[in-house]
């Protein structure tokens, strides 16, 4: 039946993973054009402008149609050029210039008024990073340059307050094919932040004709445009024959003919899927099929440390969780190793610290207090609480969604290592994911999971999602990034004296020292940190792996031999 279900959509392929011989076409170095990528996603989308890309599987599907001045390098996440050529910085660190690469298009599209896609300039690099500074309901990501371009925030006062528009006084176009960009101090990261979906370019037109569908409806300058569009069953890119990038060879971006996506919620059909040679790559098994890792049949196998972290957030507004005893109670009483273990399958490793994914060389991990495993200490903080043994203590709800890699499993061991340990009332509530996000966002959630793969590789961007203020003022409007909408002066004091500082050690120093005060506030539950592990078809080639599962397809090629007997 599951298959059924997932063959019916599969009627609307013009090819299967498999390119079709006749429209393959050999490249300089060996390389080949022709092909279809087929991809499932088994997240529902939540949109996919760039202003609002804070879902990972959104993400890996916007990031082909969509490109910002730079780009990480796919193999590892160092920075690239992208539209900018080149870039030079003052003295002061603060200033940048942007040199952009001429004869860049965008898609064409009916947003146009004559459909073809005009050219890119410095201008459209305005007007996008002026949206990023406005308020918005696409926009979800103004963190980005809060506090850090000048101008940045008093264009986001204006148009919370609706007063006219002061544009962004450090968003500059020196000329059609030149930007600068004016900090209010030297932020070392910055060009990582300009890798972020956040800063992607997108046309003044695509908003101005499409509105609210926007968030729908892509137009980019990157190597594919959007085809088709049935929400919630299948996505379609096409190869955009006016696309600007060539590899090392000469050869045009890029190789393959498209990109389709379906939206099968079903992990177990989706290996079937990937296994039957319908889909050219599965990522996140089913947490009951990890089996297949050793018997890949010629598959590519890739894995490398996940730059995630999942956890259990509390809500502190609710009497439940103000006293911070109760937290690092329920922190104590849930055993990360077993979940690690019995549920995933060693497919991930314990958090024994706190939010801050291990991998980063620089980071003195040693100085956040260890989160440990130790049910009768958790005993004796929820009896000085005031409940002995649970008695008296309210029920709990424990909220999930329920697409994701052991979310529900997770959950159900947590409920019963808190009732037995704590001894208190635990249940848990699976949402679709729209609804549990919608939740969190609008502070509903009591108790709830969450995860976050980094957008830029360094440990500040765990710790974005504990700054003070990212909160809005208004209690009844969603808070995107900072959910637990956490507010500590000191943090934020550490947090922001860390992205003003350029030499590392300092930076890191200060940065483990505001998490080592958000962990003893203990604003979440850190659970575990998950590997990233995908499956590519044996004729796939050119798509690395990295921590952040940050996909590029642009150089992704087909091998011919490869495919024989498949």
């Given at each position: 039946?599951?298959?059924?279900?997932?063959?019916?959509?599969?009627?609307?392929?013009?090819?299967?993973?498999?390119?079709?011989?006749?429209?393959?076409?050999?490249?300089?170095?060996?390389?080949?054009?022709?092909?279809?990528?087929?991809?499932?996603?088994?997240?529902?989308?939540?949109?996919?402008?760039?202003?609002?890309?804070?879902?990972?599987?959104?993400?890996?599907?916007?990031?082909?149609?969509?490109?910002?001045?730079?780009?990480?390098?796919?193999?590892?996440?160092?920075?690239?050029?992208?539209?900018?050529?080149?870039?030079?910085?003052?003295?002061?660190?603060?200033?940048?210039?942007?040199?952009?690469?001429?004869?860049?298009?965008?898609?064409?599209?009916?947003?146009?008024?004559?459909?073809?896609?005009?050219?890119?300039?410095?201008?459209?690099?305005?007007?996008?990073?002026?949206?990023?500074?406005?308020?918005?309901?696409?926009?979800?990501?103004?963190?980005?340059?809060?506090?850090?371009?000048?101008?940045?925030?008093?264009?986001?006062?204006?148009?919370?307050?609706?007063?006219?528009?002061?544009?962004?006084?450090?968003?500059?176009?020196?000329?059609?094919?030149?930007?600068?960009?004016?900090?209010?101090?030297?932020?070392?990261?910055?060009?990582?932040?300009?890798?972020?979906?956040?800063?992607?370019?997108?046309?003044?037109?695509?908003?101005?004709?499409?509105?609210?569908?926007?968030?729908?409806?892509?137009?980019?300058?990157?190597?594919?445009?959007?085809?088709?569009?049935?929400?919630?069953?299948?996505?379609?890119?096409?190869?955009?024959?006016?696309?600007?990038?060539?590899?090392?060879?000469?050869?045009?971006?890029?190789?393959?003919?498209?990109?389709?996506?379906?939206?099968?919620?079903?992990?177990?059909?989706?290996?079937?899927?990937?296994?039957?040679?319908?889909?050219?790559?599965?990522?996140?098994?089913?947490?009951?099929?990890?089996?297949?890792?050793?018997?890949?049949?010629?598959?590519?196998?890739?894995?490398?440390?996940?730059?995630?972290?999942?956890?259990?957030?509390?809500?502190?507004?609710?009497?439940?969780?103000?006293?911070?005893?109760?937290?690092?109670?329920?922190?104590?009483?849930?055993?990360?190793?077993?979940?690690?273990?019995?549920?995933?399958?060693?497919?991930?490793?314990?958090?024994?610290?706190?939010?801050?994914?291990?991998?980063?060389?620089?980071?003195?991990?040693?100085?956040?207090?260890?989160?440990?495993?130790?049910?009768?200490?958790?005993?004796?903080?929820?009896?000085?609480?005031?409940?002995?043994?649970?008695?008296?203590?309210?029920?709990?709800?424990?909220?999930?969604?329920?697409?994701?890699?052991?979310?529900?499993?997770?959950?159900?061991?947590?409920?019963?290592?808190?009732?037995?340990?704590?001894?208190?009332?635990?249940?848990?509530?699976?949402?679709?994911?729209?609804?549990?996000?919608?939740?969190?966002?609008?502070?509903?959630?009591?108790?709830?999971?969450?995860?976050?793969?980094?957008?830029?590789?360094?440990?500040?961007?765990?710790?974005?999602?504990?700054?003070?203020?990212?909160?809005?003022?208004?209690?009844t409007v969603p808070s995107y990034l900072n959910s637990t909408r956490y507010k500590?002066?000191?943090?934020?004091?550490?947090?922001?004296?860390?992205?003003?500082?350029?030499?590392?050690?300092?930076?890191?120093?200060?940065?483990?020292?505001?998490?080592?005060?958000?962990?003893?506030?203990?604003?979440?539950?850190?659970?575990?940190?998950?590997?990233?592990?995908?499956?590519?078809?044996?004729?796939?080639?050119?798509?690395?792996?990295?921590?952040?599962?940050?996909?590029?397809?642009?150089?992704?090629?087909?091998?011919?031999?490869?495919?024989?007997?498949?």
């Open positions: 039946m599951r298959l059924l279900a997932f063959l019916s959509l599969a009627t609307l392929l013009v090819a299967c993973s498999q390119p079709e011989k006749a429209r393959e076409r050999e490249g300089k170095g060996g390389k080949y054009y022709g092909g279809v990528f087929n991809a499932n996603e088994a997240q529902e989308l939540r949109g996919l402008f760039p202003l609002g890309l804070v879902q990972a599987a959104s993400h890996r599907i916007a990031a082909q149609v969509y490109e910002g001045l730079v780009r990480f390098d796919q193999k590892d996440l160092s920075i690239k050029p992208a539209l900018a050529d080149s870039w030079t910085m003052d003295e002061t660190g603060t200033v940048y210039t942007f040199r952009l690469h001429p004869g860049v298009r965008f898609h064409d599209d009916t947003c146009f008024a004559d459909g073809v896609g005009r050219e890119f300039t410095a201008q459209d690099v305005v007007e996008s990073f002026t949206a990023l500074c406005s308020h918005d309901p696409l926009n979800q990501l103004f963190w980005l340059f809060q506090d850090k371009v000048l101008g940045a925030n008093a264009q986001y006062a204006a148009t919370v307050s609706g007063k006219p528009s002061p544009g962004v006084k450090g968003v500059e176009a020196v000329d059609p094919l030149t930007v600068r960009i004016t900090l209010t101090a030297p932020w070392p990261s910055f060009l990582q932040i300009l890798a972020h979906q956040g800063t992607w370019i997108f046309p003044k037109e695509l908003v101005a004709f499409y509105g609210a569908e926007a968030q729908w409806h892509m137009v980019g300058t990157g190597p594919f445009r959007l085809k088709t569009h049935i929400k919630g069953e299948v996505l379609v890119l096409e190869r955009f024959s006016d696309y600007w990038g060539k590899d090392e060879e000469g050869n045009s971006y890029p190789f393959l003919d498209a990109v389709r996506y379906t939206f099968v919620k079903d992990k177990l059909v989706e290996l079937e899927e990937f296994q039957g040679g319908h889909l050219s790559v599965i990522y996140e098994l089913p947490v009951d099929r990890t089996d297949v890792l050793s018997a890949a049949s010629g598959s590519q196998v890739q894995t490398i440390p996940g730059l995630t972290v999942q956890f259990y957030g509390f809500n502190m507004r609710t009497p439940t969780f103000t006293d911070v005893r109760v937290r690092r109670a329920f922190s104590m009483a849930i055993d990360r190793q077993l979940l690690v273990d019995s549920v995933l399958n060693g497919l991930a490793v314990p958090a024994t610290r706190g939010v801050v994914a291990p991998g980063f060389e620089d980071y003195p991990y040693q100085q956040v207090p260890t989160v440990a495993f130790d049910p009768q200490a958790a005993k004796r903080l929820l009896a000085e609480a005031g409940y002995a043994d649970g008695k008296g203590f309210p029920a709990v709800h424990i909220q999930v969604n329920n697409d994701g890699f052991g979310y529900v499993r997770i959950a159900e061991r947590v409920q019963a290592m808190l009732e037995q340990n704590l001894g208190v009332r635990v249940v848990t509530s699976v949402l679709p994911a729209d609804q549990h996000y919608e939740r969190v966002e609008m502070g509903r959630a009591q108790f709830w999971r969450e995860g976050w793969i980094v957008d830029h590789p360094d440990p500040e961007n765990f710790l974005a999602l504990f700054y003070g203020k990212s909160v809005p003022a208004d209690t500590n002066a000191r943090f934020d004091s550490l947090f922001t004296e860390a992205l003003r500082t350029a030499e590392t050690s300092k930076r890191m120093d200060l940065l483990a020292r505001a998490e080592r005060q958000m962990m003893e506030d203990m604003v979440v539950v850190p659970l575990y940190h998950e590997r990233s592990v995908r499956l590519l078809q044996p004729w796939v080639r050119d798509l690395p792996i990295n921590g952040m599962e940050y996909r590029d397809l642009r150089g992704v090629w087909f091998d011919p031999e490869a495919r024989t007997g498949h």
